[in-house]
């Protein structure tokens, strides 16, 4: 398999950049987390969402589970990150620049 992170070339501190990484479903696994959680909670979804309203995908009876998960900060804190981001990530700060997470908010969501 091809190393999804090609070798990057170090820069100097003068050169070093802010490099923008997405948060939900880039580096940490959002969508995976929030199934997993779900099922824990009893109920039946798909393997994968079309997107993130899972109100609108799932159902009134889910969506109001998955907006208790989105206000507690302990969920947050709790999903995972994918592997393969976590390497990236390391391959851009041995590189010389500052990796700053970014995402869209949630405005329901306290954390």
């Given at each position: 398999?091809?190393?999804?992170?090609?070798?990057?070339?170090?820069?100097?501190?003068?050169?070093?950049?802010?490099?923008?990484?997405?948060?939900?479903?880039?580096?940490?696994?959002?969508?995976?987390?929030?199934?997993?959680?779900?099922?824990?909670?009893g109920?039946?979804?798909?393997?994968?969402?079309?997107?993130?309203?899972?109100?609108?995908?799932?159902?009134?009876?889910?969506?109001?589970?998955?907006?208790?998960?989105?206000?507690?900060?302990?969920?947050w804190?709790?999903?995972?990150?994918?592997?393969?981001?976590?390497?990236?990530?390391?391959?851009?700060?041995?590189?010389?620049?500052?990796?700053?997470?970014?995402?869209?908010?949630?405005?329901?969501?306290?954390?």
């Amino acid at each position: 398999m091809n190393d999804p992170w090609p070798a990057l070339h170090p820069v100097s501190t003068a050169k070093a950049l802010p490099v923008l990484v997405d948060c939900d479903g880039v580096l940490a696994m959002f969508v995976e987390h929030m199934i997993a959680s779900l099922r824990r909670y009893g109920h039946t979804v798909p393997d994968t969402a079309e997107h993130y309203d899972f109100l609108r995908q799932f159902g009134d009876k889910v969506g109001v589970t998955a907006r208790v998960l989105l206000k507690d900060e302990a969920w947050w804190c709790s999903i995972p990150p994918y592997e393969e981001a976590q390497r990236g990530v390391e391959r851009i700060r041995d590189a010389g620049h500052e990796v700053v997470v970014v995402t869209s908010p949630w405005l329901s969501c306290e954390t």
